[in-house]
C-alpha cells in the first residue's frame, strides 16, 4: 500500500511538473522515454537520488532504462485515450483535475449519450402537408 | 546498465549555468507548488537550448526517483 501511494505520487508529481513546464503530457512522456536512453544522464540522476537514499551504487546493476520508462509512462497515463487529435488526447488526460463540472465523466464516456426514442401514436398533424411533403390530407 | 558499460564513457554531460540554478532552486521544494511555480517562472525565463536541457536534466531526475522508490519498495519485501 505505502508502494502503491508512493508511486502514484511520483505520477501526480511528473503531471504537475509537466504543467509547469507548459508541455502536454504526451510531450513529457516522450521526454522520459528520450532519457531513459541517455545513459549518462540517467546514470547520474540514479546515483544522486540513491546516494539520497541511503542506497548503494550497486542499484545501477539492475537499472534498465527503456524499461523503466515503460514503466513511467504506465504511471503516468494508466489509461491511454482512444483519440488521434492531441489537444483531445491532452484534454482528456486533464479532465480529472479540475473538480468542478462533468467534464471528465462527459469526456471518458465510451458512447455518447443520445434521448430515448419514445414509440407514441402520431400526432393529428402527422400526416399534414409541409414545404418539404404533400402530406395525405388532399389524398383521396 | 553497468558503470562499466563501455558506451556510457563516451557520452558528454553538460549543464548549463542558468538551468544548473533552476534545478538547484527546484530541488529544494520538489515537492510544492511554490516550488513548481518558481521553476515555471525560471524556465521561461531560459533560452531555447537551455529550456530543452532543463527538460532533459528533469526527466532523468525523475527517471532517477522513479528507480529508487522501485529499489526501496523491492528491498522491504
Known amino acids: ?140 | 546498465m553497468s558503470l562499466r558499460d563501455p558506451g556510457r564513457a563516451g557520452q558528454t554531460f553538460q549543464v548549463d549555468d542558468a538551468v544548473r540554478r533552476a534545478l538547484a532552486a527546484w530541488g529544494k521544494e520538489r515537492d510544492s507548488e511554490i516550488g513548481r511555480l518558481n521553476l515555471a517562472r525560471a524556465a521561461q525565463k531560459l533560452t531555447a537550448d537551455q529550456r530543452i536541457q532543463l527538460h532533459q536534466r528533469l526527466a532523468e531526475i525523475s527517471l532517477g526517483l522513479l528507480f529508487v522508490l522501485q529499489e526501496k519498495s523491492r528491498r522491504s519485501g
Open chain 1, 1 to 140: 500500500m505505502e508502494r502503491d501511494e508512493a508511486l502514484a505520487a511520483w505520477a501526480q508529481q511528473q503531471r504537475a511538473l509537466a504543467r509547469s513546464l507548459n508541455v502536454s503530457l504526451e510531450v513529457w512522456m516522450d521526454e522520459l522515454d528520450a532519457a531513459a536512453v541517455r545513459t549518462t544522464g540517467l546514470t547520474g540522476a540514479v546515483l544522486g537520488a540513491a546516494m539520497a537514499n541511503g542506497l548503494g551504487m550497486a542499484v545501477l546493476d539492475r537499472l534498465d532504462g527503456p524499461k523503466l520508462a515503460a514503466e513511467a509512462r504506465t504511471l503516468v497515463d494508466p489509461n491511454p485515450p482512444r483519440v488521434a487529435s492531441p489537444v483531445l488526447a491532452e484534454a482528456i488526460r486533464r479532465a480529472d483535475e479540475i473538480p468542478a463540472g462533468a467534464g471528465a465523466r462527459r469526456l471518458k464516456r465510451s458512447a455518447p449519450d443520445r434521448p430515448d426514442r419514445v414509440e407514441a401514436e402520431p400526432l393529428p398533424s402527422a400526416n399534414a402537408a409541409t414545404p418539404d411533403a404533400p402530406g395525405e390530407e388532399g389524398d383521396p
